[in-house]
Nanobody, 126 residues
Framework: HVQLVESGGGSVQAGGSLRLSCAAP????????MGWFRQAPGKAREGIAV???????AYAESMKDRFTISQDSAKKILYLYLNSLKPEDTAMYYC?????????????????????WGQGTQVTVS
């Protein structure tokens, strides 16, 4: 069982920045892809970005200019940098893991492809 633990959320003013972290001890980065999702109240969970063991990334078109995904494979930590935050970015942010063999450029944002999820970290922008 892969345990994912997010941190770094909080309350910020519009235009501010945050760095979210996702610790994944015992996780095998060489076979799994890591993604970030978010879910606002009353809305569906949406994919933000995904990264594989080679560092290749994919982003949701609407967020690629402000958000950046990265990982420290040695420390087994996934990051999401949030810049130029807007009130509409307010949501619970989740990290998730999926076998890279089960996702591609067309399916990475499908939440059903991911086997493991963290508990989420809240981001509130005012």
């Amino acid at each position: 069982h892969v345990q994912l633990v997010e941190s770094g959320g909080g309350s910020v003013q519009a235009g501010g920045s945050l760095r979210l972290s996702c610790a994944a001890p015992g996780y095998r980065y060489d076979t799994y892809c890591m993604g970030w999702f978010r879910q606002a109240p009353g809305k569906a969970r949406e994919g933000i970005a995904v990264i594989d063991s080679d560092g290749d990334t994919a982003y949701a078109e609407s967020m690629k200019d402000r958000f950046t995904i990265s990982q420290d494979s040695a420390k087994k930590i996934l990051y999401l940098y949030l810049n130029s935050l807007k009130p509409e970015d307010t949501a619970m942010y989740y990290c998730a893991a999926a076998p890279c063999s089960s996702i591609n450029s067309g399916s990475w944002s499908n939440r059903n492809r991911y086997n493991y999820w963290g508990q989420g970290t809240q981001v509130t922008v005012s």
